[in-house]
């Protein structure tokens, strides 16, 4: 079965909403828990980084796109906001939930007429509340069920059947109902069908509703009326029919009395929860919802990397010392006092990379050197078994290097990462890689968009504190992977300007991968440079092996001491200026190579 990953998925929603934003101008939000319009923006719950989901639970999604973007088409939300309001406020709430109801019948109907091919998608949402609205009502073992406990849902019930939604569950919802009540529901369902606009919605819905109670009402006074007959005849009764009439007439009593409260009683509300449908939690069958990395933000939707192109568009002062001065004299600084140094080990690098790719080989050919590999072939006669020395001029590898820009990093530090950056650009540059650069300061560019503010009241009061974070992450990219280090350099030196706050490493590796991950080359190298311990381990161990999960070699480089090297691929521990451009280019060389190789030709020394 096809599974789509958070990424995949988002992907899928998104190019939907561009599809119909052309006629709409709907945006699409992955935002906190709930999911809610506020009638131009859609929000969707966010999902955990490891999720995996199938295609039905991606079709939900998108049918819920769908319904919220119809709302968004045919709602008058100004009438709907002010109705609903005013019915809540005075304690209303069947009418209130039968105006949600009745307004949904409303604008699927017209939804439909211009985009039939969300039929299949809307179905797969009905029958997945028409579930869960079945195992409420099985639960309860009632014989028959009055309209205060099943009207709204008997309203979507006759709706799905007028619109050929999937009868799985539906009808068995329908067969609930006595024949009474089945012609009683056809004649309010022809009021449903009447409607043109959200007004009429609003006065259907407020009418069905009076209607609905007054026959429950009708109803209980019948059974009182019954039961006081019963009660004229009290002596004439055995024993266990005046066991059965004190019973009775209890329920009764406790039914005229639910009555008096017209509309203040709790009733069942047909709905889907779309945050545990998308957890792998079905929304009412029970199954259990899958497991899911600790890891978990608010939203990654406002989340931004500035880079040369984008550092103006927030004012964040960290972009703008680290893009805002052209010239660049630190970095000027550091390559000046250790350039011959880097030259050095880059020069060497590459003619060991040239020497290395003259021992390749390539098999296949009628001519050159047996194939040990292929004796079998060639025991049956193939010609092709033979191989060649081949040169190779680049080496498809792709380096994405973050660097730590906590306030920890002094100066010193800094200098060094910009050092073995610009070597490591320099030597990928000449082979044929290619390199990016993420700088991570540890605060954030205080970017609070309109939805975000709404998405974070209301799981406020839901009274929500799963998520890691609420706010935002921003990073800088000093280099992209299409850009040359010559074009860089000013912003590379500046990054000594650039530290603030903590170290949420875990946070960048989650961000700065996705920039790695669609690299069209053949490996892929994450270099996390640190000069402390992250701001959370577990989640920082989480990170780093979800990153390794997808074929990406993880490197740890400490300053100092070693940090996070337990969970990387390899590690690295440097202490002064010298020992890191030596250690890292030759480790670096190392893991290119595939062999033992000394950058300086001299021992390896890291204290």
């Known amino acids: 079965?096809?599974?789509?990953?958070?990424?995949?998925?988002?992907?899928?929603?998104?190019?939907?909403?561009?599809?119909?934003?052309?006629?709409?101008?709907?945006?699409?939000?992955?935002?906190?828990?709930?999911?809610?319009?506020?009638?131009?923006?859609?929000?969707?719950?966010?999902?955990?980084?490891?999720?995996?989901?199938?295609?039905d639970q991606v079709n939900i999604a998108r049918g819920y796109y769908h319904h919220e973007a119809a709302h968004i088409r045919y709602t008058d939300f100004d009438v709907y906001s002010k109705t609903v309001g005013l019915?809540?406020?005075?304690?209303?709430?069947?009418?209130?939930?039968?105006?949600?109801?009745?307004?949904?019948?409303?604008?699927?109907?017209?939804?439909?007429?211009?985009?039939?091919?969300?039929?299949?998608?809307?179905?797969?949402?009905?029958?997945?509340?028409?579930?869960?609205?079945?195992?409420?009502?099985?639960?309860?073992?009632?014989d028959k069920f009055e309209w205060w406990d099943?009207?709204?849902?008997?309203?979507?019930?006759?709706?799905?059947?007028?619109k050929g939604y999937d009868p799985m569950f539906r009808d068995r919802c329908l067969d609930m109902l006595t024949p009474e009540q089945r012609h009683?529901?056809?004649?309010?369902?022809?009021?449903?069908?009447?409607?043109?606009?959200?007004?009429?919605?609003?006065?259907?819905?407020?009418?069905?509703?009076?209607?609905?109670?007054?026959?429950?009402?009708?109803?209980?006074?019948?059974?009182?009326?019954?039961?006081?007959e019963r009660m004229d005849n009290w002596d004439n009764l055995t024993q266990e029919e005046k066991d059965k009439l004190v019973e009775d007439s209890m329920k009764a009593g406790d039914k005229a009395e639910a009555d008096q409260k017209t509309g203040n009683g709790k009733v069942y509300v047909p709905s889907l929860d779309l945050a545990k449908v998308l957890q792998g939690d079905d929304g009412g069958s029970g199954k259990k919802p899958q497991q899911e990395m600790t890891y978990r933000p608010f939203t990654t939707q406002y989340d931004k990397i500035y880079d040369r192109n984008n550092w103006e568009e927030d004012h964040w002062h960290i972009a703008e010392k680290v893009f805002g001065d052209k010239a660049d004299t630190e970095y000027q600084k550091v390559m000046k006092s250790h350039n011959s140094t880097v030259s050095v080990m880059q020069r060497k690098i590459q003619r060991a990379f040239g020497a290395h790719d003259l021992r390749g080989w390539e098999g296949g050919h009628e001519t050159g050197?047996?194939?040990?590999?292929?004796?079998?072939?060639?025991?049956?006669?193939?010609?092709?078994?033979?191989?060649?020395?081949?040169?190779?001029?680049?080496?498809?590898t792709s380096v994405q290097i973050v660097i730590d820009g906590s306030s920890s990093m002094n100066y010193a530090n800094l200098?060094?990462?910009?050092?073995?950056?610009?070597?490591?650009?320099?030597?990928?540059?000449?082979?044929?890689?290619?390199?990016?650069?993420?700088?991570?300061?540890?605060?954030?560019?205080?970017?609070?968009p309109e939805p975000l503010k709404m998405a974070v009241r209301k799981a406020s009061e839901d009274g929500n504190t799963r998520f890691t974070r609420g706010t935002p992450i921003t990073n800088i990219c000093i280099k992209g992977f299409e850009d040359r280090l010559s074009r860089c350099r000013s912003a590379l030196g500046n990054i000594v300007n650039g530290t603030c706050g903590t170290t949420p490493l875990h946070e960048v590796?989650?961000?700065?991968?996705?920039?790695?991950?669609?690299?069209?080359?053949?490996?892929?190298?994450?270099?996390?440079?640190?000069?402390?311990?992250?701001?959370?381990?577990?989640?920082?161990?989480?990170?780093?092996?979800?990153?390794?999960?997808?074929?990406?070699?993880?490197?740890?480089?400490?300053?100092g001491a070693d940090y996070i090297g337990e969970w990387c691929d390899r590690n690295v521990v440097v202490r002064n200026i010298d020992d890191f451009g030596t250690a890292?280019?030759?480790?670096?060389a190392r893991m290119l190579l595939g062999e033992r190789f000394n950058a300086k030709n001299e021992r390896r020394k890291i204290a």
């Open 1 to 55: 079965m096809s599974k789509f990953s958070k990424d995949k998925f988002e992907r899928a929603i998104t190019t939907g909403a561009k599809v119909l934003g052309g006629d709409l101008d709907v945006d699409v939000v992955f935002i906190g828990n709930r999911a809610f319009t506020n009638g131009s923006t859609i929000t969707i719950p966010s999902l955990p980084e490891d999720v995996e989901l199938t295609l």
């Open 87 to 142: 019915l809540r406020e005075s304690g209303e709430e069947q009418k209130a939930e039968m105006c949600n109801v009745v307004e949904d019948c409303f604008i699927e109907r017209e939804w439909m007429k211009e985009f039939a091919g969300s039929h299949k998608m809307l179905s797969i949402i009905h029958r997945t509340i028409d579930q869960n609205s079945y195992s409420a009502f099985l639960d309860k073992d009632q």
């Open 150 to 162: 099943i009207g709204l849902c008997a309203i979507q019930w006759r709706d799905g059947q007028e």
């Open 184 to 228: 009683k529901l056809e004649g309010w369902y022809d009021l449903v069908r009447s409607v043109t606009c959200t007004a009429d919605c609003m006065k259907v819905a407020q009418q069905i509703v009076d209607e609905m109670f007054e026959h429950d009402h009708s109803d209980t006074m019948s059974e009182l009326k019954s039961i006081e």
């Open 369 to 396: 050197r047996l194939d040990a590999r292929m004796l079998t072939q060639a025991y049956q006669g193939n010609s092709n078994v033979h191989r060649i020395r081949t040169a190779s001029q680049e080496v498809s």
């Open 415 to 448: 200098q060094m990462c910009i050092l073995a950056s610009a070597a490591v650009c320099k030597t990928l540059e000449a082979i044929g890689g290619e390199c990016e650069i993420i700088f991570m300061p540890g605060g954030d560019a205080n970017i609070y």
């Open 509 to 559: 590796i989650h961000q700065s991968y996705r920039r790695l991950l669609p690299r069209n080359t053949n490996r892929k190298i994450q270099l996390l440079v640190t000069d402390g311990g992250p701001d959370n381990n577990l989640l920082c161990s989480e990170a780093i092996n979800h990153v390794r999960s997808k074929d990406i070699e993880v490197v740890g480089i400490g300053i």
């Open 584 to 588: 890292v280019m030759d480790d670096f």
